[in-house]
């Protein structure tokens, strides 16, 4: 069974991830699609981030509906960092060796990997697909190869989709009062605003 991965802060969870989420899961033909809330992201320490339980619940009210998606809690469980190489190893250990593991992530973060714990060990755990963010340039492969061997054979380079939606965009303008509605499922959109997330008061 082919699955697929996908970390963030979900801060909030948006559309974008939901459409990055789904072209991935049909192009390379999975079986499902893990959304894991990071628990303390270590690149993220510059910024406040919410609280693990509103970031969990948007994730789970996002996908609620959607029969190919789910709410993966592994990080939030566990304590310290989070380090997607031992979220990998935790679940390939769950699913066994039936399970080949994608994991989604930025065309920016695929240019960070060698910063990231262990990037070596991932690759032998996962296969990574990188996906365009908007504004950044596709990473140098051959430089990527350079420091981390084997790379190129455990990566699928998509040039689609490329959304233009970001949470800190969306933080802004809930903290304005302009309206999300577009940017995220209903669902979210409501419990943002139940909750007072973001709001500068």
Known sequence: MN???MGGTFDP??????IVAEEVRVRLDLAEILFVP????????DRAISAAEHRMQMVRLAVEDKPYFKLCAVEIERTGPSYTVDTIAELQSQFGAGAQL??????????ELPQWREPSRL???CYLVAVPRPGYPPPDLSSLEAIIPGLSQRL???DTPEIDISASVIRDWVARGLSISHLVPEPVDRYIREQGLYSRS
């Open 3 to 5: 699955i697929g991965v």
């Open 13 to 18: 969870i948006h559309n974008g991830h939901l």
């Open 38 to 45: 990071a628990g303390l992201p270590w690149l993220k320490t």
């Open 102 to 111: 994608f994991f989604i992530l930025g065309w920016d973060s695929l240019a």
């Open 123 to 125: 690759i032998k755990l």
């Open 156 to 158: 699928t380079l998509l």
